[in-house]
Structures are given as C-alpha cells and as structure tokens.
C-alpha cells in the first residue's frame, strides 16, 4: 500500500489524483492532504477520502476546516508550512504529489525530495526556479523523482530508464517538446491587446487552474516546460524544439540519431501522466476512455509564432543565464495575477518579464536562501513594471 501525500488537493492536479487513488484502495492510500485555503473544497475531500491529516496554510483556515469536518472524518486538521514539511519527511509516507501552483511550492516540494520521497512533480516553477538545488537535492537524497507534466511524462515513457540502457541518453538527438498553442493560436500580437482573463482561460483541450491556463495563452508555460525538460533529462535549450501540435493527442516525442522519433500520445486527461506516476514501472487504469485514432483523424503540427507570443523567445534566453528562469517565472506570476485581476492587458505579461529580466541583478541560485532572494527581489521588481503600466492608463 503506497500511503500518498497530496499538495494542492483542491486544485485540478489534486482532483484528478485523488480520482485515479480512489480507483486503487488496494494499492494507493490519500493519507495526508493539503490545500491553501479553500476549506469547503477540502471538507468536501475529508469526508471522501478520509484522510489521516489535511493541512491548511493558516490558523484560521484550519480551524473553519475543523468545524466543518466536525468529528465526521477521522482527520487531524493542522496548518502552515511546517507541518506540511514534518509530514512530508515522516516515515508515514511513501508518496508525495507535488501539486501546489506557484513558487510557494518550493519548500514542501523540496523537502519531499531530501526525504527521499517517491515524488511526483507537478508543480513545474519549483523545479524551475531552484533547478541545481533541486536536481542536486533528488540525487544526494535518492528520492524517486517522476514527472506528472504530460510532456515530461510522454519524455520520460520514451526515453530508457533501465541503469543499462542509460547510453543511449546520448543518442537522442533532440526531444520535441509539444504544445498545443493555447486558445489564441493564430492570432496576431496586436489582436491580443483586448482578450479578457476569461478567453485566457478558456483553454481548448485541456481543463486546467486559472495560472496555467493563462500561461498556455502566452506560451510561459511552454518557456517553463522547456526548462523543466533541460533539468530532468540533462539537456541544453538548443536540444529542445517546441512543435505546435493543436490537437494535444502528441504529449512529446523523442528524435534518436538514427532517424526514429518515438513518440506518446492519449487524450488530453492529466489522470494518464498521474496514473503513470503512481504506478511505474506498471500500469493502472486511469479512468481515461481509450484514444479512438479514427476519430481523432488528423494530427497537425507547425512552428511556433515567437513574434505574437515573445515569451517563448524570452524562455529561450532566459534559460542560458544562470537565475534567469528563476526570475522570469517570479516576474511571470505577478503578471498573471494583475492579469487575472484586470491591472494590466495580455499584451503585457511579456513586458513585464522582460523588465523584470532587464532590472534585477541576477544570482547563481545555489542555496535555498539565494533563490529565495532572487525570487523575492525579481517579485519587487516585477510589482513595479505592473505599477507603471497600469498607472500609465493602459487598462
Ligand atoms: P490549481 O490552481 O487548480 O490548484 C492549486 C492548488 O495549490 C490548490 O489546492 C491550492 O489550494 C494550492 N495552493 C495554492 N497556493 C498555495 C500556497 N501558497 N500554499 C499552499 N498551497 C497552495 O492549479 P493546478 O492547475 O492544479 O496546477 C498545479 C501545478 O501543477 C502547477 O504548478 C501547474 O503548473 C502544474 N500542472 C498542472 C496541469 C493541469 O492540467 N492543471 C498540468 C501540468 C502541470
Ligand atoms: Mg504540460
């Protein structure tokens, strides 16, 4: 029995894992669960899967989750970052499925690893933003680190995993990380000035949180992606190309120097990549109906629109400096939240990170401390781009 973790239970990752564990009472257990503040979600999921805990940011969300638990789950409710770290380091648990969104995730993502966790990795700005520090961390801890991003996890389906076919890492000629162009796909950069947080949302294949969504609209999420491949699998950015491939039934493909591309593909339902996790080296039912290639009838792929979506360029540059990337997804997350409260235009997510890339003073994010800085100090500088755009009467 794998005694699981979930981090961001009430979110979208979180619901579709729970969905694939509660399909599995004989292998997986939901033993601990933890959601930010969204406490009638979470008592909702209580008295579904009975955890042992649910931890709560706060004091006071905790609190409202135990008087709406009420003494009818066997759960003990506690809060804040600590104990969400004590219990993911605690014999008690096997798995842990990192699935906050945001940098917030770090430290309780990164302390899964040192513990040696099998760990699924969700939460892409993590691995993003302290990329050396997290890899270094999985390897000295031996922690089983598993990529639940469907591209990484498509990689990962296509690339040898056995120690002894492990030279054949050098025969991949370039991974094609794909990507479905998001809802605006082929539209002009000018035509994006006006789109609201709604059409930004408005995802065409796949069902998503609001932060991702909107960064599946700018490309960011693709920029991030292409460094979360670098970090997992050892690449450099010029050994990545992304393909748009709008139907998202291609999750990624591998291009060996002999000509084969090997490539994994499904619907677009993150219980697949998830399923996979939990259960590699086997396979469980996900829940997810079988790919009908028929119907699907055509696959397409083209070359990203860099111009109408600079993000994706800007990840391309960003990636070569150290700490870049750290910052650009610090920058990226301020402008998607004065995106979605309405501060500032579409248009200017990519000005933002370009600012912010421009006026923060980079750092080798070593340590813990000096990526937490770098965040904090490209988050300072990020505010102050979105202050001059808004108050520069652009919304
Ligand atoms: P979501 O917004 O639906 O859920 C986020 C979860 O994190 C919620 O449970 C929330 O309570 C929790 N949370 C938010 N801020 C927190 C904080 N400061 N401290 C503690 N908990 C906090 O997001 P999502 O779409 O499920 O995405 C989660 C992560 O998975 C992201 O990093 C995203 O990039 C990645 N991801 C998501 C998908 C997808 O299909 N949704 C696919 C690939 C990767
Ligand atoms: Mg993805």
Same mark, same amino acid.
């Given at each position: 029995?794998?005694?699981?973790?979930?981090?961001? &239970?009430?979110?979208? $990752?979180?619901?579709?894992?729970?969905?694939?564990?509660?399909?599995?009472? *004989?292998?997986?257990?939901?033993?601990?669960?933890?959601?930010?503040?969204?406490?009638?979600?979470?008592?909702?999921?209580?008295?579904? /899967? *009975?955890?042992?805990?649910?931890?709560?940011?706060?004091?006071?969300?905790? *609190?409202?989750?135990?008087?709406?638990?009420?003494?009818?789950?066997?759960?003990? @409710?506690?809060?804040?970052?600590?104990?969400?770290?004590?219990?993911?380091?605690?014999?008690?648990?096997?798995?842990?499925?990192?699935? $906050?969104?945001?940098?917030?995730?770090?430290?309780?993502?990164?302390?899964?690893?040192?513990?040696?966790?099998?760990?699924?990795?969700?939460?892409?700005?993590?691995?993003?933003?302290?990329?050396?520090?997290?890899?270094?961390?999985?390897?000295?801890?031996?922690?089983?680190?598993?990529?639940?991003?469907?591209?990484?996890?498509?990689?990962?389906?296509?690339?040898?995993?056995?120690?002894?076919?492990?030279?054949?890492?050098?025969?991949? *000629?370039?991974?094609?990380?794909?990507?479905?162009?998001?809802?605006?796909?082929?539209?002009?950069?000018?035509?994006?000035?006006?789109? !609201?947080?709604?059409?930004?949302?408005? /995802?065409?294949?796949?069902?998503?949180?609001?932060?991702?969504?909107?960064?599946?609209?700018?490309? @960011?999420?693709?920029?991030?992606?292409?460094?979360?491949?670098?970090?997992?699998?050892?690449?450099?950015?010029?050994? $990545?190309?992304?393909?748009?491939?709008?139907?998202?039934?291609?999750?990624?493909?591998?291009?060996?120097?002999?000509?084969?591309?090997? &490539?994994?593909?499904?619907?677009?339902?993150?219980?697949?990549?998830?399923?996979?996790?939990?259960?590699?080296?086997?396979?469980?039912?996900?829940?997810?109906?079988?790919?009908?290639?028929?119907?699907?009838?055509?696959?397409?792929?083209?070359?990203?629109?860099?111009?109408?979506?600079?993000?994706?360029?800007?990840?391309?540059?960003?990636?070569?400096?150290?700490?870049?990337?750290?910052?650009?997804?610090? &920058?990226?997350? $301020?402008?998607?939240?004065?995106?979605?409260?309405?501060?500032?235009?579409?248009?200017?997510?990519?000005?933002?990170?370009?600012? !912010?890339?421009?006026?923060?003073?980079?750092?080798?994010?070593?340590?813990?401390?000096?990526?937490?800085?770098?965040?904090?100090?490209?988050?300072? /500088?990020?505010?102050?781009?979105?202050?001059?755009?808004?108050?520069?009467?652009?919304?």
């Amino acid at each position: 029995m794998q005694q699981v973790m979930v981090f961001g &239970a009430t979110g979208s $990752i979180g619901a579709s894992t729970l969905d694939v564990i509660k399909r599995h009472p *004989e292998q997986f257990r939901a033993h601990t669960l933890t959601a930010n503040r969204s406490v009638d979600a979470m008592v909702q999921l209580c008295l579904e /899967h *009975e955890p042992e805990f649910a931890v709560m940011s706060d004091e006071s969300a905790a *609190e409202a989750l135990r008087q709406g638990v009420d003494g009818r789950a066997p759960t003990t @409710v506690l809060a804040g970052e600590s104990a969400m770290i004590e219990l993911a380091q605690s014999e008690a648990i096997d798995t842990v499925m990192a699935a $906050i969104v945001g940098f917030a995730g770090l430290p309780a993502t990164l302390a899964a690893a040192a513990a040696g966790k099998r760990l699924l990795l969700a939460n892409k700005e993590a691995l993003v933003g302290a990329g050396a520090l997290f890899m270094r961390t999985v390897k000295e801890s031996g922690a089983l680190l598993l990529p639940v991003d469907s591209e990484h996890n498509a990689m990962f389906q296509c690339l040898p995993t056995d120690a002894k076919a492990r030279p054949i890492m050098d025969r991949v *000629e370039k991974i094609l990380l794909t990507a479905s162009g998001g809802p605006f796909r082929g539209r002009s950069r000018q035509s994006l000035q006006t789109v !609201t947080p709604d059409e930004a949302c408005a /995802h065409p294949n796949w069902d998503m949180g609001r932060k991702i969504s909107v960064d599946s609209a700018t490309l @960011v999420n693709k920029g991030l992606e292409l460094a979360e491949a670098c970090w997992l699998f050892d690449r450099k950015p010029e050994e $990545i190309e992304v393909v748009v491939h709008p139907q998202s039934i291609v999750h990624s493909m591998i291009r060996y120097i002999d000509g084969s591309v090997l &490539a994994q593909m499904g619907q677009p339902d993150m219980r697949t990549p998830i399923a996979y996790s939990l259960s590699w080296p086997n396979r469980i039912d996900a829940g997810v109906s079988p790919l009908d290639m028929v119907a699907v009838g055509r696959l397409d792929f083209e070359a990203p629109d860099l111009d109408a979506f600079p993000c994706l360029r800007l990840a391309y540059e960003s990636i070569k400096v150290a700490g870049g990337m750290c910052v650009y997804s610090a &920058a990226n997350e $301020i402008a998607v939240d004065a995106f979605l409260g309405e501060r500032i235009r579409f248009t200017d997510i990519d000005r933002v990170i370009q600012a !912010t890339l421009e006026s923060t003073t980079l750092l080798e994010p070593k340590d813990i401390a000096t990526v937490i800085a770098l965040d904090q100090s490209a988050r300072q /500088h990020a505010a102050e781009a979105v202050a001059s755009m808004s108050s520069n009467g652009r919304t």
